[in-house]
């Protein structure tokens, strides 16, 4: 397969901000909170896992009280997010582990590493992927790396940015290297926006779409 082009992406980068309106970069929330919150953003919806995190921000007052909380009690304000023992556990192991490695929660140096320096030390605790650790380090500290969640994988093989076989966990270094990196916060966000509003899953809107012609799968979508 033939690998896509920057210009193909920069493109499909200026179609897609027709549509979508221009996209800036800005801090989300802090690093330690992005992690917190990406754990319990795993296998739910955004809504349930911001309420989970609000629940959990409003019963302790500091990252510091969750890590030393039982991990009942942690369990108790994320049951909206799912699978709420498993992320209370990891929650609380991996806070712990910070702490350990560093003597707090501020986890800001990693700004100041290497991409895959700070990629990988992110990805040595447990349970952090590939994606877990591009969004904390994409919206914490606007570091270009490209977070693939399940609209962009699908948006990414169907215009053929991606290998129809390459995995999610190797989409992020993939696509990393094929979008330039001062496009790559606001490309992420148009692939989900396109993602959720118009190349569905099930029944994407080909008709609709503004990047058909650069298509590859418009008539058979996979």
Known sequence: ???????????????????????????????IDELVYTIL???TSDINSERAFEN??????????ISNADVIQIEQCIKTAGLHKIKAARIKEVLNIIDTKTGGFDIS????????DAKTWLKSLPG????????VLCFSFGMPAMPVDTHIYRVSRRLRLIGPKVSADKAHDLMEKIVPPDEIFSFHMYLIQHGRKVCKAL?????????????PSRLKPS
């Open 128 to 135: 952090i992927g590939p994606k877990t650790a591009a969004i």
């Open 41 to 43: 953003s795993q296998h």
């Open 109 to 116: 140096f990693l700004s100041e590493m290497p991409l895959e």
């Open 203 to 215: 029944k994407p809107r080909c008709s609709d779409c503004v990047v058909a012609l650069m298509c």
């Open 56 to 65: 959990l921000m409003t019963r302790f007052d500091s990252i510091e009280a």
């Open 1 to 31: 397969m033939k690998k896509a082009s920057t210009p193909n992406v920069l493109r499909l980068s200026r179609i897609l901000e027709t549509e979508y309106g221009k996209i800036s970069w800005y801090p989300r929330r802090n690093a």
